[in-house]
């Protein structure tokens, strides 16, 4: 009836029956559908555009009345108006009424007579556009007890005693949580209006509803999550923790909202035609949908309210994480979907179906055979016997105790659906926006800017997909042999190189002096991370008294005096601070472009990175042809770990597209305290200003991105891969919260992605052998005391399933300065040379033009 969200209005619906033979008059759309006959209201008049519709539908062939038999006030958000109504009437006809109507021109196809048996088979069939109809059938015989029961319930019971009831429940109108409105005050009262039903008399008509027929859907009652329903629903109910689990905001849930109401208004259910085109939508085939409705149906009344697309939508997330709760209320899913004839129990047909999936995600083979034998398996570890029926309850608890594996990866969504949304929501926006722009005036074009959508990650690839005209840079940069670059600006030339016309032009477009000029504080900042570097052994240029010129004499890697490391630490502070909002801003899974350095493990060695700025980007990081990417653990047991710091913060500072830093297991407070850095910032700035430091340092440490993809081939992380159950696909990277200053407790992605480590095949014994082969090729580990490690089936199945070529870690030390292994995908760099004392060269990798090449870089 709407094609556009914000065109939704009231809408008036008519319920004609024909008591006497107890038939309903519905009107087919044309998508097959069957409805009431519905319209528009029309100057804000329901009973007006009741009359009228009835009098399309009969003319004066019929003089019956309009009768009032329930009303919704439906929230809306971001909407002009802040709800809709959709008010039904019923009409009551007599047979030969009911007889002219069918010869009626124009109308005679579309409108069809079915009695309540007929009404139930089409619902049976997902012919109904909702369930709603065989309800309203009922209320017109005053068969509304059990209706206004669950209505009553709701009013009186908590979300999850409702969401308990309505599952269990068999009435059709246990659709979504609502509330009841006893009288036509409350009613009002709920508008924020005056109770006065004369005045709305003719515009609204609610003198014509007696209390009890009166609904309203309010966004407190549709909204889950502590930051909604103002917080009154429960942190630990399952709904809620499948949301979290999903990290779905209150935004999310709006615009899924939205979304729905737009595909199933007036109706308050989504029916399986309109479920199927929403799934296509997503990347479903056609033919998954029926099976799909059917798993997302739990209640099996035909037809789907928001809680429940909702609660499906976020068990079908990417990201969702397949653990506790979550998982369960998955299982659940996933076991009705191959639930044909959804008795609660899975035949051992239908079981075999199941494990046959399961297998096909792991790239097991699915033979009849190898199916047959794992069905078979799993169902002795139950206890039961082969070929027998399979109960729910037995499903989950075969699951839970992972008698049956692979549940983690089956029922995902080919795409994040919350992207999917918000992808919906930031083109309309645009196309509205083009609209405006063009009806008022012309603008010129602008360069497209990355805009954040909140702190969970979601980030448009506009500015990436989408090039604007390129412009003037405002600065040259003198180059002089053995000398640090120059900035000069273009307005400080005379007109012979700049025309006064360019100059006035770039006047007031100097941001690059601020940070590449003498005076900008990253400049600065580098400048004395490599005078800290340098060994001075000269005479001064001032005398003494006598005469004498002052020998200064400065070992390499120290300073002068105390005053020049406290003046670092205080810069540091200040780059700290000006850092943390960019790299807040970026995603938790960059997708960046090459050519990129990715650089491993420095941990405070500052002679090994200027070693590596000597050789790969000599000028300076800011004028490195390419990206930096450090692929984290900054800090601990070398000495530099704050100098090493200035340089990055700076350099990032001077280049925030061009420089980027990954979290490792170091950047965490409790293992700085367990090893040297803590200690490092204390005893260099001070117990007051190293405890400012360090925390400062920390906070940006709490926002630093976790992985990144390069060309959208290679995956670049500190650790290694997560397990399936973890992080089935690696957009769910992009849903870890930030601030993260407890990833252990607060996000299990990023703590595999900082804590993992590959296998090596001469390591696996045989006990670790079964462990792998029954977690698909994971298994605790044990050299590190948490995390896991990972064999090459999981490396294979991760790059498949992401549509990857290639790893690049850290984490581990290398000789060589690198490690290939698993067939040539899993590359590991360790860019620490000399680490703690040892021999071991710096190891880079440079990923261009689809190759990725290793380079060893000796600082000797």
Known sequence: MFKNYIDICDVVSLLVYCPAEKAYLLTKESNGEFWIPSSRTEKNCWKMSAHKLNFELFGMDSSAECQPLRVYKIWLSNHPNTCVYHAVYKVSIKPDVKKRVKRRAGVRNRLQWFTIVELDRLRAHANLRSPEVAVFAQMALGDVHKDADILRMRYNASLQQYAAAMYSASCLHAWMPMILVRSQKCFFASMGLQHNPSRFK????????????????????????????????????????????????????????????????????????????????????????????????????????????????????????????????????????????????????????????????????????????????????????????????????????????????????PKSIAGYLLDLHERDQEMKAATTSKLITYQAPSMPEIQSSGSHGKVSCAASQHRGDYILASCVVKLQRKQVPEMLALTSFDEDVVSSSTTRLISNSLASMDLLGAAAMPVEALASVHYFALHIDKPAHRRTSGGGSIIINKEAWSWLNPNEEASLGSTLLKLAEAVRPICAFEPRLLKLSSPVYAIGDLHGNLPALLAMESALWPLGPSMVPARLLFLGDFVDRGAYGTELLAYLFAAKLQRPTGVYLIRGNHEARDIQKMFSFHTECLTKYGEVDGGRIWSAINQVFDVLPLAAVVDGKVFCCHGGIPPPWVCPLISAIDKVPVPLPRPAEQSSIAWELLWNDPIRNNKITASLALELTANEGFAVNNKRGTGHVFEQSALERFLLANQLSHVVRAHELQQNGFMIQFNGRLVSVFSSSHYCGGTNDSGVALLEDGKLRLIRVSND
């Open 202 to 413: 003719h515009q609204f008509s609610l003198s014509d509803f007696e209390p009890g027929m009166i609904v309203e859907i309010c966004e407190d009652n549709v909204l889950i999550g502590v930051d909604v329903a103002g917080g009154s629903v429960s942190l630990s109910s399952p709904h809620c923790q499948l949301l979290q689990a999903a990290n779905y905001n209150k935004e999310d849930q709006i615009r899924l909202y939205n979304e729905f109401i737009l595909l199933v208004y007036p109706a308050l259910y989504m029916s399986p035609n309109t479920f199927t085109q929403f799934m296509s939508d997503l990347g479903w085939q056609k033919t998954q949908c029926a099976n799909l409705f059917r798993a997302a149906d739990i209640s099996c009344r035909g037809g789907l309210s928001f809680l429940d697309v909702m609660l499906w939508c976020a068990a079908l997330e990417p990201m969702t994480q397949h653990l506790g709760v979550p998982a369960e209320l998955r299982c659940r899913y996933i076991f009705r979907y191959f639930d044909a004839n959804r008795d609660q129990k899975l035949e051992y047909q239908e079981f075999k179906e199941l494990v046959g999936a399961a297998r096909a995600t792991r790239e097991l083979p699915v033979d009849p055979l190898s199916v047959a034998r794992e069905a078979d398996v799993c169902l002795r570890q139950l206890g039961l016997q082969p070929n027998c029926q399979l109960l729910m309850a037995d499903f989950l608890r075969a699951a839970g105790e992972l008698f049956f594996r692979g549940t983690s990866s089956l029922l995902r969504s």
